[in-house]
């Protein structure tokens, strides 16, 4: 079993920043792929971005958050780690983070078998 824990979210201004983090805890050992999805009210859960690994770190991102969002990760600390950069209003939403034991499909909900509670993050326009 594999415990993820959100933290960062807020409300801040549009083209402002906010860094959320995803600390893991549990079985995390062999944990390949760790990934960023969001949700909208009254949308689906949608992939942001994800960090894979697979004899070294893989990144992919949505192609609505390429340039302003970054994904990394500290094995050490098993955390994940979102950077995000001139937000927008249409980037708000419950940002969730997930994590799967095996190399998959990283952009597909389905895919990924642990996921945290979520973070609000709000843009004001």
């Known amino acids: 079993q594999v415990r993820l824990v959100e933290s960062g979210g807020g409300l801040v201004q549009a083209g402002g920043s906010l860094r959320l983090s995803c600390a893991a805890s549990?079985?995390?050992?062999?944990?390949?792929?760790m990934g960023w999805f969001r949700q909208a009210p009254g949308k689906e859960r949608g992939f942001v971005a994800a960090?894979?690994?697979?004899?070294?770190?893989?990144?992919y991102y949505a192609d609505s958050v390429k340039g302003r969002f970054t994904i990394s990760r500290d094995s050490t600390k098993n955390t994940v780690y979102l950077q995000m950069n001139s937000l927008k209003p249409e980037d708000t939403a419950v940002y969730y983070c997930?994590?799967?034991?095996?190399?998959?499909?990283?952009?597909?909900?389905?895919?990924?078998?642990?996921w945290g509670q979520g973070t609000q993050v709000t843009v004001s326009s």
């Open positions: 960090s894979r690994w697979s004899g070294g770190i893989s990144t």
């Open positions: 549990g079985r995390t050992f062999g944990t390949v792929t």
């Open positions: 997930a994590a799967v034991l095996s190399d998959t499909r990283v952009e597909v909900t389905s895919s990924y078998a642990y």
